[in-house]
Nanobody, 127 residues
Framework: QVLLVESGGGLVQAGGSLRLSCADS????????MGWFRQAPGKEREFVGT????????VYTDSVKGRFTISRDNAKNTVYLQMNSLKPEDTAVYYC????????????????????WGQGTQVTVSS
């Protein structure tokens, strides 16, 4: 079973940094790609980035490239999203998600590929 719990959100000024964590209490974390998504008020959920099961591949949406970094620690069943140089437009609820399949070889950017979701954590960036 996969149970994801995010933490680390909060209020930060533009230009600041936050690190989100997502812990999985299950036993299959190490086999699954993990994704981060976000949803701003009045907008659809959008892809932020993903990391494959072995940490050998990371993919980011263009708007966060060079500012956000995803990493994972399979020994701790935890995936991280380091967010630097934050902008007001990064304000959203951030969700982590675990891929439905083991050892996924797809690009893992579609939310439909993820079968397990955390509850979300609010990130607010003030100008």
């Amino acid at each position: 079973q996969v149970l994801l719990v995010e933490s680390g959100g909060g209020l930060v000024q533009a230009g600041g940094s936050l690190r989100l964590s997502c812990a999985d209490s299950g036993r299959t974390f190490r086999y699954r790609a993990m994704g981060w998504f976000r949803q701003a008020p009045g907008k659809e959920r959008e892809f932020v980035g993903t990391i494959n099961w072995s940490s050998s591949v990371t993919v980011y949406t263009d708007s966060v490239k060079g500012r956000f970094t995803i990493s994972r620690d399979n020994a701790k069943n935890t995936v991280y999203l380091q967010m630097n140089s934050l902008k007001p437009e990064d304000t959203a609820v951030y969700y982590c998600a675990a891929h439905q399949q083991y050892y996924s070889t797809t690009n893992n950017v579609s939310p439909d590929e993820y079968g397990y979701w955390g509850q979300g954590t609010q990130v607010t960036v003030s100008s």
